[in-house]
Each structure stands twice: as C-alpha cells, then as structure tokens.
C-alpha cells in the first residue's frame, strides 16, 4: 500500500516518479525527455500539461 516508483519511461516522451502511502498517490514528478504536450489522469481529476525538454514538474494538483 506504500511505495514508490523512479524513472519509468512514458508515451511522448518524459520519465515520471511516483510515491503514494496507504495506496494514494502523494508525490507525482514528470521530467520531460522531449518537448511534451499530454493531459495526466489520476481518479477523476485530469489535467493539461506542456513541457520543454529538460524541464521538470512536480504535479500536485492530482492529489489536493
């Protein structure tokens, strides 16, 4: 139920890190590889992300 994940490559181009404790999600960092235009889902919350590469966000508006 707790746990972590680190660069597990994604579609489009970026490396996401993930962390979650009781199995919700707590900590979401996508590093983009490439320049990246995607939405990220989490439960009923979805959200437009643009990325350059090289750059980095830390998602939390997922879990507030």
């Known amino acids: 139920n707790t746990g972590s994940i ?3 490559c994604v579609r489009g181009g970026a490396e996401i890190d ?7 999600l707590t ?3 996508i590093r983009a590889t490439s320049d990246l235009s995607t939405y990220v889902v989490y439960k009923d919350k979805k959200i437009h992300i643009s990325m350059k590469s090289g750059e980095v966000k830390e998602i939390s508006e997922l879990f507030v």
């Open 6 to 8: 680190k660069g597990l």
């Open 27 to 29: 900590s979401c960092i």
């Open 18 to 24: 993930l962390s979650w404790q009781d199995g919700v």
